[in-house]
């Protein structure tokens, strides 16, 4: 069982930038983050393939990459003008599948215990 342990939360003015990464126990193909807001529901925000392939939430494109360390097993994204409602517990995650890749919750089985992100204005 792959086990991820993030880091890099904090706290950020509106426009700054974080860094997250991921370190992972092992190597899955499919690999992504998630964010969960107070009372919210968790949502995805990137994936990426072994290969690199890459797919992004509409409210994060342009402004966060994911990126992943295949030598190394880590799996990082680069937040940049963060926005208030960016702020959440972002948690790294790896998906059963070693066929295709989909932003979608209930297909990742391995979870970390999440880095919180907080956004002043």
């Known amino acids: 069982q792959v086990q991820l342990v993030e880091s890099g939360g904090g706290s950020v003015q509106a426009g700054g930038s974080l860094r997250l990464s991921c370190a992972a126990s092992g190597s899955r193909y499919c690999m992504g983050w998630f964010r969960q807001a107070p009372g919210k529901e968790r949502k995805g925000v990137a994936y990426?393939?072994?290969?690199?392939?890459?797919n992004y939430a509409d409210s994060v494109k342009g402004r966060f990459t994911i990126s992943r360390d295949n030598a190394k097993n880590t799996l990082y994204l680069q937040m940049n003008s963060l926005k208030p409602e960016d702020a959440a517990m972002y948690y790294c995650a790896a998906a059963a599948t070693s066929v295709y890749c989909r932003l979608v919750a209930s297909e990742f089985v391995v979870w970390g215990q999440g880095t919180q992100v907080t956004v002043s204005s």
């Open positions: 990426i393939t072994r290969g690199g392939s890459t």
